[in-house]
């Protein structure tokens, strides 16, 4: 995975950190076809994640109403209810309007 090319700020950022469970069937394939839908919704601008211990996935969106909408995807609410059920010890969402980003 690279850095995501985000555009210029303001844009905004969905922070989703994670423990997951031990049991791991079909979560790796739920998580390719989130990624995969994600990238198909209007408003998407890139994905960032890391897994250790925790895990850390960042998505970045134009807007807020584009983050409503990929949350009540259809789709996106059966993982979300797999998540809860089967995946993830414990989660938690963060959403942040981006005013500045900057590197090299």
Known sequence: MTIA???KPPYF???FTS???NNDKGYKEMAELMV???KQQDGFLGIES???EIGITVSYWKDLESIRNWKNH???KVAQ????KEW???YKVRITKVERDYGF
């Open 74 to 76: 259809v789709d996106h």
């Open 19 to 21: 423990v997951k469970t």
């Open 13 to 15: 950022a969905v922070i």
């Open 50 to 52: 890391a897994r250790n």
């Open 88 to 90: 993830y010890k414990a």
């Open 81 to 84: 209810k797999g998540g809860k």
């Open 36 to 38: 995969a839908l994600a």
């Open 5 to 7: 090319k985000t555009p």
